[in-house]
C-alpha cells in the first residue's frame, strides 16, 4: 500500500513541473485508412485496467454503449472506444480502461494497452486544426520528444465522448448562476484556457448566462501569452491588470502548457499575482486539490457543475 500511495503522490507531483504520463493503447486498424494507430489518456485519470469481464446490455441501449459491468460491486457503464475512434479491434474488445471524469466512473474497451510514457506538456499540441475529422481526438501528443517525429499518440477528448453518448454528463442548467451578481469592473474579462471542445461551449455559455464576458483559448500557453499581452497594454495606458481581466478560468489538462504551470507563471508575475484564478477540472482526488493550493490558485471547482463554478466565480471576485 506504501508503494502504490508512493506511485499516485510521485504521478501527482509531476504536475508542478508541466509533466504528466500517459497510457498509450491501441484499438485496431483504422476503417478508413487501414492501420493501426496509438491513443493515449492521463494515467491521473485512470483506476485500473482489468480484462474484459462480462457485460450486460440493458434494453434500449445502443452503440457505443455495450452496457454496464458489475465492477467491485459498482455497476459501471461500459463504452466501445474502437467504435467511437471509426476502428476495427483484429484480435477484438479484450480489456477495460476503468476512468474517473467529471464525477463519474465509466469503463472504455479497448484491443490492447502498449505502455506508459512521461511527457512534458510542451510535446502535446493541439488537435483541432491537424485532426479536423474527428471531434473525439483534443490533442496529439509527440511520444519521442521530436514535433517532427512519426512517433505519434492521439489523445482522446474523453469530455466529448462522454457528452455525447452519456446524458448525464452534461451536467445541470445554471439556474443559480442567472440569479448570481458578479463584482466587474466595466471593460473586464475572464480570460479562459480549457482544450476540449465541448468543455469550452459549455464555459462560454455559463459565462454568458452570469454576464462575464471572455476571451477562450484552447490552450495554457495561448492564455499565457494573451495575459501578458493585456498587462502590457495596461502598464502603456497607465491602467491596473484589474481594468482588463477580472479572472483566469482554466482546466488543469492541456496542450503546451497545462493548468498549474498557467498559474503559477500568474502568481510569480507581481502585475499579475492578485488575479483571481479558478480551476475547473475533471482531474479530482485530494492530491490535486492540494496542488491548487501549493501555486496559488483562489479556487478549485469539480466539471461539470456551473452552479458551483458559479458560486466560485462570485467569491472570489468579491474577494480580490
Not at 499518440?153 to 452534461?170: C, M
Not at 501555486?295 to 478549485?300: C, E
Request: one cysteine or more; charged letters at 25%; aromatic letters at 4%.
Amino acid at each position: 500500500m506504501d508503494n502504490f500511495q508512493k506511485e499516485i503522490d510521485e504521478r501527482a507531483n509531476l504536475a508542478l513541473s508541466n509533466k504528466f504520463e500517459l497510457l498509450l493503447f491501441r484499438l485496431g486498424k483504422d476503417a478508413q485508412e487501414d492501420k493501426t494507430e496509438l491513443f493515449g489518456i492521463n494515467v491521473f485519470k485512470l483506476r485500473e485496467i482489468i480484462p474484459m469481464p462480462a457485460v450486460t446490455k440493458a434494453a434500449g441501449m445502443k452503440s457505443p454503449l455495450l452496457g454496464v459491468a458489475n465492477i467491485r460491486d459498482q455497476i459501471i457503464p461500459v463504452i466501445d472506444l474502437p467504435a467511437i475512434a471509426g476502428c476495427k479491434p483484429e484480435t477484438g474488445l479484450n480489456l477495460l480502461l476503468i476512468t474517473e471524469y467529471a464525477r463519474s466512473t465509466q469503463a472504455f474497451a479497448v484491443e490492447s494497452v502498449d505502455n506508459i510514457v512521461r511527457l512534458d506538456w510542451s510535446q502535446v499540441h493541439t488537435a483541432e486544426a491537424g485532426v479536423s475529422s474527428r471531434s473525439n481526438i483534443t490533442s496529439i501528443a509527440c511520444i519521442d520528444g521530436d514535433r517532427q517525429g512519426n512517433n505519434l499518440a492521439l489523445v482522446l477528448d474523453v469530455e466529448q465522448i462522454l457528452y455525447d453518448i452519456i446524458p448525464a454528463s452534461r451536467g445541470p442548467q445554471a439556474e443559480e448562476a442567472r440569479m448570481k451578481s458578479f463584482n466587474l469592473k466595466p471593460g473586464a474579462v475572464a480570460i479562459v484556457a480549457e482544450d476540449s471542445k465541448v468543455a469550452r461551449t459549455m464555459l462560454e455559455q455559463g459565462l454568458k448566462q452570469m454576464g462575464i464576458p471572455a476571451l477562450l483559448h484552447t490552450t495554457g500557453k495561448e492564455a499565457w501569452e494573451r495575459i501578458k499581452i493585456m498587462a502590457d497594454e495596461a502598464q502603456a495606458e497607465g491602467k491596473s491588470i484589474d481594468d482588463k481581466i477580472a479572472l483566469v478560468l482554466t482546466d488543469l489538462e492541456m496542450p503546451e502548457m497545462d493548468g498549474f504551470t498557467l498559474t503559477r507563471n500568474i502568481k510569480r508575475d507581481a502585475r499579475l499575482q492578485h488575479i483571481p484564478v479558478v480551476i475547473h477540472s475533471s482531474l479530482s482526488g485530494s492530491a490535486n486539490e492540494e496542488h491548487v493550493r501549493k501555486v496559488g490558485a483562489n479556487a478549485y471547482v469539480a466539471k461539470f457543475e456551473i452552479n458551483e463554478l458559479s458560486s466560485a466565480i462570485q467569491q472570489v471576485l468579491k474577494s480580490a
